[in-house]
């Protein structure tokens, strides 16, 4: 048996909505619930064509009756001595106790009579407002009788909350600026105006701004009212790799190619270190040999993006059931991985990579809210923010084919991070346990340690008379993905 229970914020003016079958719901109808009056289980049927039960203040809505209480509007929410009472010359709103039936025209106040309705409201035994035709089902959710979203209001049975039991979604990605600055590493020849240098290699030229990933969301029903998810989320394969050759080196050793750590043949020129720094055509030293007049540089960056969340959920539905939604609080594990690494072969070779690690571990708060457009088919949002610890390493790894320079540097703390994530969405029923869904989505994070705004750019080798090497820790990164997601949700 499937049983949920939808209860809204006294001060949003919600609802309950219990649906259900058997046991409860049995019950409820034998001892009634609500401030007015019993529950009715009418025609409404849930996604499996079990009767739902509906909350009392949505019987009759649209009418009025006089009764032992005197008068007592039947609007949203609300029931009068004759709501679910028959309206015929027995009952109470017609030849009963509070004398002939009252009847709301045109909105304006009770009228005696109700042509329209012949004095004895609608059919079914049930009050309603003159001159509307009865409603399948017949009691309706006081829906306008001219619904501008197409029917939602004639087939209420998917206008409650959104619910499911399984999701499953392709993830796409794009990151904003994942190399803060742009940086130049490579400019074929050399020159003395920076504005002349011919710039081969770039972090641009990486394109590691795209992401693909999944998502798998999973529910269990913890009671009437709440839920409790989890959720998996993996982005693997935000790859990027670069390189430049020169087409004409001066020999198998020897090209055209500078580096970012001699200012690109500028200091030292020409990115030669004389032997005697008196003498500048002495024998060069074996300093810049594997990154100045090089043959070949290359970039290559990799990021991954995990994340795990465990939460609870609770459910409301606003006075209109087309608004419903839940509110959300849980625990989030997010981690972002990043390594980058620049490759030059000349005289011998050069790797210098940056690697850098954020474990995000905390507590999320948020909600989200859906609007029916018509049966089936629903529109939606979701805000989810928290604050984290950040658990984060950075390591720096300088190693040169002829062992100089060979550096190793770490960093590892914890700091506060901030994230904060954004969706909109729609979601189509095409089966009665099968649903699509697509939508864009943003996913904010501060306070952390990345690669590219961590890379050194200050020459390895200690070479005197230049930039003396110092290590450094950049910890106030920011990283923005957004993109957009499309998938299944099932309910068994």
Not at 158 to 165: A, I, N, S
């Amino acid at each position: 048996m499937r049983m949920q229970a939808y209860r809204g914020l006294p001060v949003w003016g919600l609802a309950l909505v219990l649906t259900g079958s058997t046991g409860l719901s049995t019950g409820l109808l034998a001892q009634g619930i609500g401030r007015y009056g019993n529950v009715r289980s009418a025609d409404y049927m849930d996604a499996h064509g079990d009767p739902a039960v509906m909350p009392a203040g949505y019987n009759c809505g649209d009418s009025v009756g006089y009764g032992p209480g005197g008068y007592s509007p039947g609007g949203p929410g609300m029931s009068g001595p004759c709501m679910g009472g028959p309206c015929g010359p027995g009952g109470p709103c017609f030849g009963g106790p509070g004398g002939q039936e009252g009847c709301i025209m045109d909105g304006q106040m009770p009228q005696s009579g109700c042509p329209a309705c012949g004095g004895y409201g609608l059919p079914g035994g049930q009050c309603g407002v003159c001159g509307i035709t009865p409603r399948n089902p017949p009691y309706g959710y006081n829906d306008p009788a001219f619904d501008p979203f197409g029917g939602a209001g004639l087939n209420v049975e998917q206008c409650g909350p959104h619910y499911f039991d399984i999701g499953v979604e392709y993830v796409h990605y794009y990151r904003d600026k994942f190399f803060n600055p742009d940086t130049t590493f490579t400019t074929l020849n050399f020159a003395q105006n920076p504005a002349n240098d011919d710039v081969r290699l770039t972090s641009n030229d990486l394109n590691a701004d795209d992401l693909n990933g999944f998502r798998v969301i999973g529910r269990y029903d913890l009671g009437a009212l709440s839920v409790f998810e989890a959720t998996y989320t993996g982005f693997f394969d935000g790859d990027g790799f670069a390189s430049f050759t020169d087409p004409n080196p001066v020999s198998a050793t020897q090209g055209n190619l500078f580096s970012i750590f001699t200012e690109f043949g500028r200091n030292p020129p020409g990115g030669i270190v004389p032997s005697d720094p008196n003498n500048p055509n002495s024998p060069p030293t074996a300093d810049f040999e594997e990154t100045d007049r090089a043959i070949t540089h290359s970039i290559d960056f990799n990021a991954n993006l995990q994340s795990a969340e465990a939460t609870y959920r609770r459910y409301w539905v606003g006075f209109n059931p087309r608004v419903s939604g839940t509110l959300l609080a849980g625990f989030r594990w997010t981690q972002l991985d990043e390594d980058f690494r620049f490759f030059s072969l000349g005289n011998g070779s050069l790797t210098y990579d940056v690697a850098a690690a954020n474990v995000l571990t905390g507590f999320q708060f948020g909600g989200d809210g859906w609007v029916t457009l018509r049966q089936g088919l629903r529109v939606g949002s979701e805000i989810k923010a928290g604050v984290y610890n950040n658990n984060y390493d950075l390591s720096t790894r300088v190693l040169a084919s002829d062992g100089n320079p060979n550096i190793s540097e770490s960093f590892s703390n914890n700091q506060v991070a901030f994230l904060g994530e954004a969706k909109a969405s729609v979601v189509v029923d095409v089966l009665p346990s099968l649903s699509l869904k697509g939508g864009y989505e943003l996913l904010y994070i501060s306070d952390l340690i990345l690669a590219g705004e961590n890379f050194n750019r200050t020459q390895p080798y200690g070479v005197p008379n230049l930039a003396t090497r110092t290590p450094f820790l950049n910890n106030d990164g920011e990283a923005l993905f957004h993109g957009f997601h499309a998938g299944i949700e099932y309910v068994w």
